[in-house]
């Protein structure tokens, strides 16, 4: 197979596809590989260390696009670039589709297959080509959230950890999932008093294992949830349905009972947000200010330190990729944490949670994929 790995092109968005590590692999496996130069400018990887992987060189992501039988990207694809797939191509990425009506429309017009990193499985019931992103996004929030909190910068004027003499800063955490996880790490370890809102008792329990009383887990109620929101200084979103938009569970009303100069950051903003009052901004301009809230809502936070982020997810992403290129559409049809990655196929939506989001009807990837 043919694979391509274009330059991201989403704002400040350093990223990329694939390593010359794993160049190397698919060249090892038999495929031949195309990169789009400075694919790999943002982590240090120039087009000569693409070349002695086995690379071959072009100079701009059309080519890519047209040569390629699988495109493997980082982030969901711009118009410029959905409008260049085509019927019987694989496109491997995230995509979170649910909250982005014209993506999905742009890939159903398109007649490519599209497969989620988001939404691929495992057996344990995880998501393990999400999980490395929401681990760097986890604890980049809490570093994101921390300099929002300077009073420079719109925030309190609060130090996360506190010094002798004066109380640390309090950090409600929405969600006990990975990025919750990771973002308790973060804040507990610079001494910050935190708590963790879950729904899940069995996780509650893990968690409070895992800090041994050095973080605070409270089940997540109305209630609860007041209380935590009204007293933080700063508030983390991080709760995750697979594949579908995120809840809203802070509303614009609950901002009003909020310290003035709080910070939220909306790790969930790639499905929609969880508080009311989010949507997506960049790295160039990463928060703005509703009702004395400063709201945090980069939709590529991992983007950020991409030398970190690129690696843990080839890490996760080249054992699927492998698999595609090797096989095709066999693997998908059978591996069926494979198939939980297929989100549209040949003009239709093969993923539940995105069908019922945007009004579509669903497609068992079963009834679709016509594999031989």
Not at 82 to 104: F, K, N, S, V
Not at 164 to 177: D, H, Q, S
Not at 214 to 237: K, W
Not at 275 to 287: C, G, K, M, R, W
Request: proline share 5%; glycine share 12%.
């Amino acid at each position: 197979m043919r694979v391509g790995c274009p330059k991201e092109i989403k704002n400040h968005e350093y990223r990329v596809g694939l390593t010359p590590g794993s160049v190397r692999e698919y060249v090892a496996h038999g495929h031949e590989v195309i990169v789009e130069t400075k694919a790999g400018a943002g982590i240090g990887a120039d087009d000569d260390a693409y070349r002695a992987a086995g690379a071959r060189i072009v100079s701009t992501a059309k080519e890519v696009f047209e040569k390629s039988d699988m495109v493997v990207k980082v982030k969901e694809p711009q118009p410029t670039e959905w409008a260049q797939l085509r019927e019987g191509q694989i496109l491997y990425t995230y995509l979170h589709l649910a909250p982005d009506p014209d993506q999905t429309r742009g890939l159903l017009n398109s007649g490519a297959t599209a497969v989620a990193y988001e939404t691929v499985t495992d057996e344990r019931g995880g998501l393990p080509l999400l999980a490395p992103m929401s681990e760097v996004a986890g604890r980049l929030a809490i570093q994101a959230g921390a300099t929002s909190l300077q009073k420079a910068n719109g925030g309190r004027g609060i130090l996360l950890g506190g010094v002798p003499g004066v109380l640390p800063a309090k950090v409600a955490i929405i969600g006990g999932g990975v990025v919750g996880l990771h973002a308790a790490k973060m804040a507990a370890g610079l001494g910050a008093d935190v708590s963790i809102l879950d729904r899940s008792i069995p996780r509650l329990r893990q968690l409070d294992d895992i800090f041994n009383g050095r973080i605070h887990t409270r089940y997540s109620t109305i209630d609860a949830l007041e209380e935590e929101v009204f007293s933080a200084d700063l508030v983390i979103g991080a709760v995750l349905i697979p594949g579908a938009a995120a809840p809203k569970l802070v509303t614009r009303e609950m901002l009003s009972g909020m310290k003035k100069g709080a910070v939220i950051v909306d790790v969930a903003i790639d499905q929609g947000g969880c508080f009311e009052t989010s949507h997506a901004t960049t790295h160039s301009e990463p928060t703005y200010e509703v009702d004395g809230i400063v709201h945090y809502c980069v939709a590529n936070m991992p983007g950020a330190v991409p030398i970190t982020s690129t690696h843990a997810l080839n890490n996760a992403t080249l054992y699927y990729g492998l698999q595609l290129a090797d096989r095709g559409l066999k693997a998908i049809a059978e591996d069926r944490h494979l198939r939980a990655g297929l989100n549209v196929h040949r003009g239709r939506v093969t993923n539940a949670a995105v069908a019922e989001a945007l009004g579509y009807d669903a497609h068992a990837p079963e009834a679709v994929l016509n594999v031989a």
